[in-house]
């Protein structure tokens, strides 16, 4: 239940916002949003053009080639030290496209990443090019890392910092959409990060070298506050565009239509009634209500039991559907709870693997384990270590043990309780109970019935 101190903070507090929509003139929320983004940005060159070296032409040619097939099928089957007859296809891919995991490479050296939108561009056709071949670059530069070689730390060395980097760069880029992108690239880092320690490539003697190198090229999880601001603007400029001079005709109409249904089947006569007797000036308020509202659920840290005071919020913009201030809203408001708990899931797991490492790091430079995780030595590196600490899937810290002398630290995950560390891999999601394991690192395909 949303807190009532959350809504009367509304009253007194100012927040960032997007131009308010009036229909009394034309709103560049393109331009906005860009401007918005852009002096967030470290200044320097722009990634932009040799990401668009991945990127298919106008004809649709060149670019990163699909992955598919057996390519896709090894991709997805590998996930530790791997031998080129193991998995043929997906070796040869890598060798064959070598060339482009270099202008990748080169690419995520650069500290910044901007490519504005154009006045009525949807953000997701603008960015579907980069994303798709940001994430699969970088999926297969962390496979060729695990493929079997006598550097092998080195190379994941190298992947790690290349693909964060990426993630990097998918955050500047601002939209929820790219975000998600970015957090799978953290994600595959830390898991990867957890394995290679599991199967000794990473030493003890390393993880303060990998603690310090995780740190410097990964801040965490984006902020809140610039996703809903951004998300914000996007949908009063499907409400602006839709309703041209601030009034449903049949352009708006069909242009809903193909938003929902990709323009393939006609509107429902029912929605189509509501939609025509819809006021655009009291769903800009609505949106603005609903958006002033997620600003303030989403303040302070990051936090499981959030997500369901955001999914709340959106049940109530729902609940206007039939109403003529509530209608268009509804097709135009996300639901931005799944995201918010992905946000929360990624960074415990990025806590739990910083941890992970000074945890190791400890224990190299003093042959025992810290009695407890405020008595790992500063020494060793970890930065912020008061609220590394704390796992933000329960608000408290991360459960840490010693048993049969050896560490065990997992997160409670999504119920706050504590299961002993009976590991899930989805942190114990949708009422499943049990928790998520760091260390030791669980047997795979392990999951709680």
């Known amino acids: 239940m949303i807190p009532i101190l959350t809504i009367i903070s509304l009253a007194i507090g100012q927040v960032e916002r997007p131009p308010k929509l009036d229909f009394k003139e034309t709103i560049d929320y393109a331009d906005w949003v860009n401007e918005y983004q852009s002096k967030r940005l470290k200044p320097g060159e ?32 590998y996930y530790t030290i791997w031998t080129e007859s193991e998995f043929p296809d997906l070796s040869k891919f890598i060798k064959d496209n070598a060339s482009f995991l270099e202008v990748f490479t080169k690419a995520t050296e650069l500290e910044r990443f901007h ?9 997701v056709e603008k960015l579907m090019p980069y994303m798709w071949s940001i994430r699969y670059a970088g999926r297969m530069m962390l496979a060729r890392a695990w493929i079997k070689q006598p550097k092998q730390i080195e190379a994941l060395e190298t992947a790690h910092r290349t693909i964060l980097r990426a993630r990097r760069h998918m955050q500047q880029v601002g939209f929820l959409i790219t975000d998600l992108v970015g957090m799978a690239q953290g994600s595959s880092v830390y898991s990867s990060t957890r394995e290679a320690l599991h199967r000794g490539i990473v030493k003890e ?19 809140w506050k610039d996703t809903i601001c951004v998300e914000w603007a996007s949908a009063l400029a499907t409400i602006q565009e839709a309703c041209p001079e601030g009034k449903v005709n049949a352009a708006g109409l069909e242009w809903a239509n193909k938003m929902m249904t990709g323009g393939e089947k006609p509107l429902d006569k029912k929605l189509l009634a509501v939609l025509s007797r819809a006021s655009p000036v009291g769903n800009a308020a609505t949106v603005d209500s609903h958006f002033e509202l997620l600003t303030t659920l989403v303040d302070g840290p990051l936090r499981w039991a959030k997500s369901a005071d955001i999914k709340e919020a959106l049940e109530t913009v729902r609940s206007k559907a039939l109403e003529p201030s509530g209608s268009l809203a509804v097709l135009f408001v996300p639901d931005l709870s799944r995201a918010y708990q992905l946000t929360v899931r990624t960074e415990s797991e990025r806590r739990g693997t910083l941890l992970t490492l000074a945890l190791h790091a400890h224990h190299a430079k003093h042959n ?48 706050g309780d504590d299961d002993g560390g009976t590991h899930h891999p989805k942190f114990g999601e949708n009422g499943a109970g049990g928790d998520y ?13």
Do not use: H
């Open 115 to 123: 490519d504005p939108i154009a006045p009525g561009q949807q953000p």
């Open 368 to 415: 025992k384990w810290p009695e407890n995780l405020a008595r790992i030595d500063p020494e060793v590196g970890l930065k912020n270590a008061k609220a590394v600490r704390v796992d933000p899937m329960t608000g408290e810290r991360f459960i840490y043990k010693i048993k049969d002398g050896k560490p065990l630290l997992y997160s409670a995950g999504a119920d």
């Open 46 to 77: 722009n990634a932009l053009p040799r990401y668009a070296e991945l990127c298919k032409d106008a004809q649709g040619k060149g670019g990163f080639p699909e992955v598919e097939g057996k390519v896709k099928e090894q991709l997805d089957a």
């Open 437 to 449: 394991v760091f260390w030791p690192r669980p047997p795979r395909n392990v999951t709680k019935k």
């Open 205 to 223: 003697s390393d993880c303060e070298r990998w603690l310090r190198l995780l740190q410097q090229q990964d801040s965490g999880a984006s902020s």
